[in-house]
């Protein structure tokens, strides 16, 4: 089966090189020229375990070539990004699976089959997609077969889940719904689950959307906690007791290309029925500044003007730093004046290391749960004015003897405690 998958970021490149893995004749379309002289040397542009093991694969195979222009196929799918617009209530914008599919029109032929794996607002397939199929002449159902087909993966585990994970195949028509089962079929070991096309639009977002929801419960609980005087990492751990209850944990913010974005496509869809999806929006865009209170409130005890984060992803182990909150955390203290230093191992743009973000630091800040950060090393802290670390992912499980570690669970006490000797 020739196949050409148009978008090649963190899903479209991994979804391409695994069906060429499989067999399949595969070009992936990138608008990017360096992108794909890379991927054509071998040479993956995203960090993602296993992936660029199986690009070398499949370039020996000559399944796969990456090209800025697309190819004829029996099968396109398209994997572009889809941000939000800045109106009102931050909509999906559609203008990049637009272009992609106007992009593919000129080779499509009847009887080939039209994927959208972007995530988008409910209806788009209707409303948007099928309509510009439907200019040219086909009648989708007959002529095309078209589906929308979410992926639900875990950035680090891709390439495990895209096989094990279960699959909605939303299709416009029965016959749209089968070609696309068909397709995944030649790879993935998970449940294929079939629906209509605004069905999976729906369940896809609300995927994302229940995951914001409940991560802005413990967000709020972590600043009643603060205002309170009560440890809300010990209320969760007792709350989860109840064989009934799974409080998630608070952090600073929500961020990434799902969690912190797809929710506001359902609240443009329908903004009056949307209050508590609203509400937990808002909550979650408040952490950035809450941690960065607690952050002058440490400061404004100690002498020296220097923070140290460590992390800059929305997540751990990943490089991926689209929409994080420690993103907006550092940009916010550069502009309070705060000598910012940063150190990330998974953001190759960042060339701190360890020791030299925290050398003369008077507050070290922990923003993402990279593995790296579970023991924070006595040669980092030992280079600190103030040994501090906030933990606002609860995430560091050793420390040195004389550094005043600080989570969301002894936030507000740790404030009113006098600053420890370096």
Known sequence: MKMT????????????????????????????????????AGLIHIEEPGLEQDLQGVLLTENF??????????????AVPTPNKADQYQSCDTRYVEAAVNNILPHVKRGDTIIVESTIAPRTMTDVVQPVIEQQGFTVGEDIFLAHCPERVLPGNIMHELVHNPRIIGGITDACTEKAAAVYGTFVKGEMIKAQAGEAELSKLMENTYRDVNIALANELAKISERLGIDALRVIEMANKHPRVTLHQPGPGVGGHCLAVDPYFVIAAAPEESLLMQTARAINNSMPDFVVQQVRAFMAEREGNRVTLFGMTYKGNIDDVRESPAMEIKARLDDMAFDVRVFDPHVAELPLTGEEACDGSSLLVVLTDHDEFRNIPTKYTNKMRDMTIFDTKNIVQHVGAKVNYVNYGNLSQAKKIAVVPS
């Open 5 to 40: 998958v148009i978008g090649l970021g963190y899903i479209g490149l991994p979804t391409a090189i695994l069906f060429a893995k499989y067999g399949h004749q595969v070009t992936g379309v990138d608008i990017s020229p360096w992108v794909t002289t890379q991927l054509n």
């Open 65 to 78: 070539f990456a090209s800025t222009v697309p190819a004829s196929a029996d099968v396109y799918i398209i």
